[in-house]
């Protein structure tokens, strides 16, 4: 399996045991589930499903929530949809019957949004496939006059965003927080956030799934322009997350294809400078909805996501609703595999990540680890953790070892699926007081002969994990130990 982790949407294409079975064993690390759509009751019932199949597999399998969030759409037309034409007058009304729309005004399902606008505000509606310029506002009778930049068809209940960003729509919606008491129900490990504002909506999130005894990583969804209007802005929020996912479908609306690219690209770098995961995600392999091979443009998405160092690529649609959902994950698997190949340890691996050492233990992990990847180009790592923190913060180096994260705790070992390079490991009788090597050889030799490794650099950091205060790292030679053991 390739080191960068794949996160699958789960829809209609990919809920039956068969399909989820075949997408954990093509490579699946991260399952999503959307809240956009479906019940409580669906998303409880795949949830326990792709944990029986994990648990047959033998292989830990994280369960993503994505709260739907605010969605500022327009409401409802007669017809069900009408034609613009460049040129074209249209009225953005918060009064309107949400059915009534015409060719000349539609409703709002969000009226709060007149509230935030001003003259010369460009709306983008579909995607951005409708613009509209606003000429007028009427904030008491809540009414934008526009004027419409572009021709194309509107149609029911499609999205607006402001270029550039800007609106007030709170990240958290009532929906949001009753859906966190279902992720909380389900035990989800990952909690995305959709359309946060700045790192303030992070932390209520936070303190939200807290109260609803959720217990899971909260993923920052970037989307909205404000927060990567300056590194500032962007740290803020990511310092504020466990992981970040760069969801490029809002934030490329909001900011523009042309700078789309760029604000990718650091928003991996920063998330890996502050030592946090980041996903990659959406219209990644958008073609294998329909087709069963990718196109030559979103081989090289992948790949360069996967060389800018993400943690992991993310199928929404591919998986959820398209006909190829098993091949789109084995394409994704080829393609990162392919380039891993040619990734290395970065010889300035110390220099980039020692600010994130603020502690012994941790620089003796970090140094363990560039040091012993270069000497030995065969070498596995296991690491006993109690947090998580060891693994994280080896994750952080490009490295051609495998890391083992070896825990007796099955819900902490879903949380570290989503980190390159780390396979969780579970050892329910590990006896943390007796030989630990002897023990990780025993359970990890038959893993290690399969990905022809020859040594094992055993770690366990109490300091790191903050459980004590022994630091113990060893360089095993496998053949040996096995003769030691045997």
Known sequence: MCKTKIVATLGPASQTRETLTQLIQAGVNVVRLNFSHGSAEEHIARAEMVREIAQELNVSVGVLVDLQGPKIRIACFEEGAIQLAAGDTFILDGNLDRQAGTQERVGLDYPELIDDLKVGNILLLDDGR?????????????????????????????????????????????????????????????????????????????????????????????????????????????????????????????????????????????????????ITATQMMESM????????????????????????????????????????????????????????????????????????????????????????????????????????????????????????????????????????TYFQHLDKQGDIATQLIHLLRKPAQDKQISSILVTQLESVEGVGHINVCRLLNLAQQEELVA
Not at 189 to 205: C, H, K, M, Q, T
Not at 225 to 253: F, H, K, Q, T
């Open 130 to 278: 409708i613009q509209l310029e606003v000429t007028a506002v009427d904030a008491q009778t809540r009414i934008a006059h526009t004027v419409a930049l572009n021709s194309g068809k509107l149609s029911n209940r499609k999205g607006i965003n402001l270029l550039g960003g800007g609106l007030s729509a709170p990240a958290l919606t009532e929906k949001d927080k009753i859906d966190i008491i279902t992720a909380a129900e389900l035990q989800a490990d990952f909690l995305a956030v959709s359309f946060p504002r700045n790192a303030e909506d992070i932390e209520y999130a936070r303190q939200l799934a807290v109260q609803a005894g959720c217990h899971a990583h909260i993923v920052a969804k970037v989307e909205r322009a404000e927060v990567v209007a300056n590194e500032a802005a962007m740290d803020s929020v990511i310092r504020a997350s466990d992981v970040i996912m760069v969801a490029r479908g809002d934030l490329g609306v909001e900011i523009g294809d042309a700078r789309l690219p760029s604000v990718q690209k650091a928003l991996i770098a920063r998330s890996k400078h502050l030592g946090k995961p980041v």
């Open 289 to 424: 909805i329909e087709n069963p091979l990718p196109t030559r443009a979103e081989v090289l998405d992948v790949a360069n996501a996967v060389i800018d160092g993400t943690d992991a690529i993310m199928l929404s649609a591919e998986s959820a609703a398209g006909r190829y959902p098993v091949e789109a994950v084995q394409a994704m698997v080829r393609i990162a595999q392919g380039v891993e190949h040619e990734t290395h340890c970065a010889q300035d691996c110390w220099d980039a990540l020692q600010h994130l050492c603020s502690d012994a233990g941790k620089s003796f992990a970090l140094s363990s680890m560039i040091s012993a990847s270069k000497v030995n180009k065969d070498l596995g790592v296991a690491i006993v953790t109690e947090q998580g923190e060891t693994p994280l913060l080896m994750s952080r180096c490009q490295s051609q070892a495998t890391i083992w994260a070896v825990s007796d705790k099955p819900a902490l070992l879903r949380k570290l699926s989503i980190l390159r390079g780390v396979t969780p």
